[in-house]
């Protein structure tokens, strides 16, 4: 869409995509728009992770460990294809923390939002949270921000794993620890 300016002024163009139209109730009127509860809830666990970090709290160590795998959400065709081809895996646990405690390599915590707003976990979210506790990671679900704080809390009490024996070393690869 172009607008020109008044008269006599110098002409103004401004193009605006066109918007699709909301879709329509069966009454005719528009549905209301999505609300992403879980993206909501989950940004306030991260930010309540981070204040419990600043007050010194055993929980807020965990802020520098944990992040977010976004792999959710709506993407047009050809950037999810980029994505797949890039790695983007179906089923990820939304909050991998790379600290290892009780024995654990790790903990991969899928986030739900708080019943009755929460979504059903999909099959490859639950074969991924399956898989990763095969191989050695805690693997959680939790449904809300209290269950996902209680985790988190309960997670940073457990003790440090230990690695036992030597670790390996890969002969491949670029030396980064380099100065």
């Known amino acids: 869409m172009a607008q020109q300016g008044a008269e006599g002024e110098g002409m103004t163009m401004r193009f605006q995509k ?4 909301r879709a329509l109730k069966n009454d005719g009127t528009p549905r209301a728009r999505p609300v992403d509860w879980e993206g909501q809830e989950q940004a306030v666990l991260i930010r309540w992770l981070l204040g419990e970090k600043m007050r010194g709290e055993p929980v807020g160590q965990l802020y520098d460990a944990i992040y977010h795998v976004p792999n959710g959400g709506q993407r047009n065709k050809k950037t999810a294809s980029d994505l ?3 790695g983007v895996k179906a089923g990820v646990s939304d909050l991998p923390v790379r600290q ?7 903990l991969y915590l899928e986030f739900k939002a708080t019943p009755p707003r929460d979504a059903a976990l999909a099959t490859s979210q639950f074969e991924w949270l399956e898989g990763s506790e ?3 990671y805690c693997a959680v679900l939790a449904l809300g921000l209290d269950e996902a704080k209680a ?3 309960e997670y940073a009490s457990w003790p440090r794993t230990q690695i036992v024996g ?7 690869g670029t030396e980064w620890r380099k100065g």
């Open 18 to 21: 066109p918007r699709r139209p």
């Open 84 to 86: 797949k081809r890039q």
């Open 100 to 106: 290892a405690r009780g024995g654990w390599h790790g």
């Open 134 to 136: 095969y191989e050695g």
């Open 151 to 153: 985790v988190l809390r």
């Open 166 to 172: 030597e670790r390996l070393a890969l002969q491949n």
